[in-house]
């Protein structure tokens, strides 16, 4: 995936994609069963949201390595050449999956940041949220924990995606978190860097995950 960025989520075909086609009233798939639609009525957006969540499954259930383009054509009812009109190649597909899992995971703890009160309040519920995030379902319908488990274990060996995911969840968590500590200390409400009050919470946060 050398030289390629990520799209917007609105491009991804994942959560942007997926309020465009509910606003249509369009049936979103809530398991694998579900993604082997009709092709008369295919779309587009309705293809990649398929190959998306068979890739996701496919990924959470072989690993990287092991995950198999050929199956992930299968399950979601596409050739295989369908899958590179969307994605570059099989990285490109992975980090799209992450992508959308960071996105959904991230969405309500952004919300929780936004909210007025007390900043002990505030942050409490960021972490119980973002704990209960890690065992609730995310794109694919398996638990978050298990993407970032699948996702360190791509890493590892693959130096693009361990860059490009931390730039994920910089974006989705890290960046809204120094933004919350900036508005609090500009308020007086707490004193200190935001960047390292951001560090900070966000091992506090996986420390009792762990």
């Known amino acids: 995936m050398r030289g390629k960025h990520l799209p917007n989520n609105e491009k991804v075909g994942g959560i942007g994609a997926m309020n465009s086609l509910a606003s249509r009233g369009a049936v979103l798939p809530t398991s694998p069963h579900q993604l082997k639609v009709h092709r008369t009525s295919d779309t587009g957006d309705a293809r990649r949201l398929r190959i998306l969540y068979a890739a996701s499954n496919e990924f959470l259930t072989k690993g990287f390595e092991a995950a198999n383009l050929d199956d992930v054509a299968l399950s979601a009812g596409v050739g295989k050449a369908t899958i590179y009109k969307y994605f570059h190649d099989k990285s490109d ?29 505030i942050l409490r519920q960021f ?84």
Do not use: W
């Open 93 to 121: 597909l992975f980090m799209h999956c992450v992508l959308d899992a960071v996105t959904q995971a991230a969405a309500p703890l952004r919300q929780v940041l936004d909210a007025d009160g007390p900043i002990e309040d």
């Open 127 to 210: 972490a119980a949220l973002h704990i209960c995030r890690m065992i609730q379902p995310v794109f694919g319908g398996r638990p978050f924990y298990e993407m970032a488990r699948t996702l360190v274990g791509a890493s590892i060996s693959h130096a693009d995606l361990a860059r490009q995911s931390k730039s994920v969840f910089r974006q989705n968590l890290g960046v809204p978190l120094v933004e919350f500590f900036k508005a609090k200390i500009a308020r007086g409400e707490v004193r200190g860097d935001a960047g390292f009050l951001e560090q900070f919470s966000i091992i506090l946060v996986h420390s009792r995950t762990i």
